[in-house]
């Protein structure tokens, strides 16, 4: 089993950044996808970001030239920097991992694809 924790939330104000970790522990995998999910109050999970074990990355069109996705295989941490932040931009944010698919499309925006979750991280912009 692989276990992820996310750090690096906050509170900043609008225009500002942050940059999210994540670490992951445990069992250990080849060809590895990890994903961003946020989720708002009152609003279910969404995929933002992801990047597959090549390195390619995914981004929704809400975040795309906003947030990077970054993943370090040495040290076993996806980062995911977040710059010009917007009050919208506000909602528990969730890593996740799971064996990359042998196929393509937008896999990365379902839950039910990743297998480990981590617990969060809150991330508050105001305006």
């Known amino acids: 089993q692989v276990q992820l924790v996310e750090s690096g939330g906050g509170s900043v104000q609008a225009g500002g950044s942050l940059t999210l970790s994540c670490v992951a522990s445990?069992?250990?995998?080849?060809?590895?996808?990890m994903g961003w999910f946020r989720q708002a109050p009152g609003k279910g999970r969404e995929g933002i970001a992801a990047?597959?074990?090549?390195?390619?990355?995914s981004y929704a069109d809400s975040v795309k030239g906003r947030f990077t996705t970054i993943k370090d295989k040495a040290k076993n941490t996806q980062y995911l920097q977040m710059n010009s932040l917007k009050p919208e931009d506000t909602a528990m944010y969730y890593c996740?991992?799971?064996?990359?698919?042998?196929?393509?499309?937008?896999?990365?925006?379902?839950?039910?694809?990743?297998?480990?979750w981590g617990r969060g991280t809150q991330v508050t912009v105001s305006p």
């Open positions: 996740a991992g799971a064996p990359c698919p042998n196929y393509g499309g937008s896999w990365w925006r379902d839950r039910r694809f990743f297998n480990w």
């Open positions: 445990g069992s250990t995998y080849k060809n590895v996808c």
């Open positions: 990047i597959d074990d090549d390195g390619r990355e």
